[in-house]
Nanobody
Framework: VQLQASGGGLVQPGGSLRLSCAASGFTFGSYAMGWFRQVAGKEREFVGSISSLGGVRKYADSVKGRFTISRDNVKNTVYLQMNSLKPEDTAVYYC??????????????WGQGTLVTVSS
């Protein structure tokens, strides 16, 4: 299993970024996918998840209404559209593949992370 996250960078408060995560080595369309983030010295936190066919999405309260998770099961890619970014969104963002198709499944495969910095 390989998960390659990209799209991070420096953005001003109020700006937008779209993260991508290209997956390979497994049947992408059969598994839920998630995004997590981590700040140095803190525990990794859940950001959002999407079911295998994209019909169910779940978000952390801190990003609800600002972030949107989506997936393309032809391109084997999951996305995280981040709008109205705040300095507290600064973190390394990781994509993850779940053990099952549901957004409640546990995650057992992780990408390498991409850094998002929100600062003026």
């Amino acid at each position: 299993v390989q998960l390659q996250a990209s799209g991070g960078g420096l953005v001003q408060p109020g700006g937008s970024l779209r993260l991508s995560c290209a997956a390979s080595g497994f049947t992408f369309g059969s598994y839920a996918m998630g995004w997590f983030r981590q700040v140095a010295g803190k525990e990794r936190e859940f950001v959002g998840s999407i079911s295998s066919l994209g019909g169910v999405r779940k978000y952390a309260d801190s990003v609800k209404g600002r972030f949107t998770i989506s997936r393309d099961n032809v391109k084997n890619t999951v996305y995280l559209q981040m709008n109205s970014l705040k300095p507290e969104d600064t973190a390394v963002y990781y994509c993850a593949a779940a053990r099952g198709s549901s957004v409640t499944s546990e995650y057992n495969a992780w990408g390498q992370g991409t850094l998002v910095t929100v600062s003026s």
